[in-house]
């Protein structure tokens, strides 16, 4: 597999695939800008450094399961085609199936400014017939550059419309989460997942003191990480969304097997997504794009 994959893709001194843990294929890609890893299971970006930076920009626990029906901790986990709980109540999996399936890879293109972009594609399956029920193309392209832009298409090849809630579930590296603030979002009504979901009023930056888990509705294009401990501010850029996801568990880190207790300590989570009433109708033949673009500023 990784012998045909580097056969067809590689590009020599930029773009190899290497075996990574519980054997998952790994993409390791490298431009004059940055370095970045990507496992071809559930197309999940794991790292994306630019060279000028001290530390990766994205967080990934080393408690991390790999395979097996598990979800990744840490980089851009892809949750499709519902976001959060099963919508049907019919004990379907959390943030349905395209983050633990593999992958398949389509396309690798170096172009004239040494951006990287990695075209992959979810194969269809009968194993998917007891999740959906519906006929679909699932495309993601991730480019790698002096910012890291991720598109991800849904195409309904079906007859009848079908409707998806989705998010790029980013986990976001911060030197210490109580120095740490979101800007860009005051103002804006969010629901509150810790407090059953109640409809509130952001005032002034979002500030992390405890356990955050909320979904801010029509939110703005352009958010930014202030991250006062790594000297360093995080611009996230979305389009074809309407609704940020914003999740640290905190304390709650402790019940998670796949993640140390004080991991909450170094990382946000800031999604961007299509979710509650910004879910996605698409008709017979019709796509949608879920569109995030990150890279890092210094706050000097």
């Known amino acids: 597999m990784i012998q045909q994959l580097n056969a067809q893709f590689a590009i020599d001194g930029k773009l190899r695939f290497v075996e990574g843990s519980e054997a998952c294929v790994m993409i390791e890609a490298t431009t004059r800008h940055a370095k970045a890893t990507i496992s071809t299971y559930g197309a999940q970006i794991l790292g994306y450094q630019p060279h000028d930076a ?8 080393p408690q991390s399961q790999y395979g097996n029906g598990k ?24 943030h349905g199936f ?14 004239d400014e040494d951006q990287i972009t990695i075209s992959m594609s979810l194969p269809n399956s009968e194993d998917f017939q007891q999740y959906w029920h519906s006929a679909f193309k699932l495309s993601i392209e991730i ?3 002096k910012t890291l832009k991720i598109s991800l298409t849904t195409e309904n090849c079906d007859q009848e419309t079908f409707v998806i809630s989705q998010a790029l579930h980013t986990y976001f590296q911060v030197g210490d989460i109580e120095q740490v603030w979101l800007r860009g979002l005051d103002n804006y009504h969010y629901l509150d997942k810790t ?9 002034d930056h979002v500030w992390f003191k405890n356990e955050t888990d909320r979904v801010y509705l029509h939110s703005p294009e352009q958010l930014f990480i202030e991250d006062a401990a790594l000297n360093r501010r995080i611009v996230v850029e979305s389009h074809g969304s309407e609704t940020t996801v914003v999740w640290n568990p ?25 979710a509650a009433a910004d879910s ?21």
């Open 71 to 94: 979800a990744i901790r840490g980089g851009v986990p892809l949750c499709w085609p519902w976001f959060g709980d099963d919508p049907t109540g019919r004990g379907r999996p959390a």
């Open 280 to 300: 996605i109708r698409l008709a017979p033949g019709q796509s949608h794009t879920l569109m995030a673009e990150y890279w890092l500023m210094s706050r000097d």
């Open 195 to 203: 407090d059953s979901f109640h409809e509130k009023l952001q005032h």
């Open 250 to 274: 905190w304390h709650k880190a402790s019940q998670l097997a796949d993640m140390a207790d004080d991991a909450y300590k170094t990382f946000v989570c800031v999604e961007t997504a299509n």
């Open 54 to 61: 001290e530390q990766d920009m994205l967080f990934l626990s």
């Open 143 to 145: 480019q790698i550059g």
């Open 98 to 111: 395209a983050r633990n399936r593999v992958w398949q890879v389509n396309a690798v293109k170096l172009d």
